[in-house]
């Protein structure tokens, strides 16, 4: 069994930057696509940003503020966001998919952690 916990969620300024982590822990043979999505009140749960082993994909909407990254010896995933605005107030959770020790592909989801933007 695969966990996440995610860390570094909170309440910003519109303009200010948090950091987000998420570390997986359990029978991880390989890791392969992470990533954050986030869902605002209201609103459809919405990609945030993805990262291969090779590539990175980000919403529009992030491109040019966020920054997504990994640790491969660490499991964890990074979503570094900067200049944040009212709109990116979410609850954000991230994703991994991964195979175990059977060689099946699967997804795991964090709990989520919530990001808070207002003055």
């Known amino acids: 069994q695969v966990q996440l916990v995610e860390s570094g969620g909170g309440l910003v300024q519109p303009g200010g930057s948090l950091r987000l982590s998420c570390a997986a822990s359990?029978?991880?043979?390989?890791?392969?696509?992470m990533g954050w999505y986030r869902q605002g009140p209201g609103k459809q749960r919405e990609l945030v940003a993805e990262?291969?082993?090779?590539?990175?994909n980000y919403a529009d909407s992030v491109k040019g503020r966020f920054t997504i990254s990994r640790d491969n010896a660490k499991n964890t995933v990074y979503l570094q966001m900067t200049t944040l605005k009212p709109e990116d107030a979410a609850v954000y959770y991230c994703?991994?998919?991964?195979?175990?020790?059977?060689?099946?592909?699967?997804?795991?989801w964090g709990q989520g952690t919530l990001v808070t933007v207002s003055s």
């Open positions: 990262i291969t082993t090779s590539n990175t």
């Open positions: 359990g029978s991880i043979r390989r890791l392969y696509t």
């Open positions: 994703m991994i998919h991964y195979s175990n020790y059977d060689y099946r592909s699967l997804e795991v």
